[in-house]
């Protein structure tokens, strides 16, 4: 079976994130890694030929594991998606594509913004592999994944990821958030997510740059 390891968190501090909300940010990482992996463990002995849609150990078993093992890939492109300061700018074609897909890149951040100030735990920015560039909100881990999508920029929205340095003032902590991304990361992503789709809508077709 194989088992998941944490990443290290690569920064202490970020601009407007302090070193203690990193912290504890991090220990609740290091739970989502401990509980998938010990589901895992279970499910090895579970007894599948008592497997129903009512109640059974399987079922509850299943269901937890997407929300623990989302709970781990969510954080882990989170921090990945940071740096203190920040870094780069969004690469030509990302930035032709949010024309495409919002109308503007100033559009872009007005909508991710609101994006951010109404999920309940996550803001997604990611290519849909049917569509185009969007924007997906999460209330929580295992709800409101859409498939073939490929996240782009994932903003953390639960209150232990800013209530320590921000309280309620969830806008603030938004505006820190755009001070920190690692543009690099983004438009790696982006890269790697146009050559997953080879047969992506004709939206995708390659520009002229």
């Known amino acids: 079976m194989s088992y998941f390891y944490p990443k290290p968190l690569r920064y202490q501090s970020l601009y407007g994130i302090s070193q203690l909300t ?5 220990k609740i990482y290091l739970g989502y890694v401990e509980r998938t992996n010990e589901i895992r ?18 079922r509850e078993l299943k269901l ?12 882990e492109l989170y921090f990945e998606n940071l740096t203190p300061m920040g870094e780069g700018e969004p690469e030509q074609e990302l930035l032709l594509y949010l024309g495409r897909s919002f109308g503007s890149w100033e559009k872009w951040r007005e909508d991710f913004t609101a994006l951010g100030m109404s999920a309940r735990g996550w803001a997604i920015m990611a290519l849909d592999l049917d569509e185009k560039i969007r924007n997906f909100l999460q209330d929580a ?28 003032d969830r806008k603030g902590y ?7 991304i690692h543009w690099g990361v983004v ?8 050559a997953a789709c080879n047969a992506c809508y004709p939206f995708f077709l390659p520009l002229d740059l």
């Open 22 to 26: 990193l912290t504890e940010h991090y």
């Open 41 to 58: 463990s279970l499910l090895l002995s579970a007894d599948r030929a008592k497997a129903n849609a009512t109640y059974s150990p399987y």
């Open 64 to 75: 937890e594991e997407t929300y623990s093992l989302n709970g781990i890939k969510l954080h």
């Open 141 to 168: 881990h295992n709800l409101g994944e859409i498939t073939r999508s490929l996240p782009l920029l994932v903003l953390d929205v639960y209150e232990h990821a800013y209530f320590l340095d921000y309280m309620t």
């Open 174 to 180: 938004i505006e820190a958030f755009f001070r920190n």
């Open 187 to 194: 438009n790696r992503r982006f890269r790697q997510a146009l």
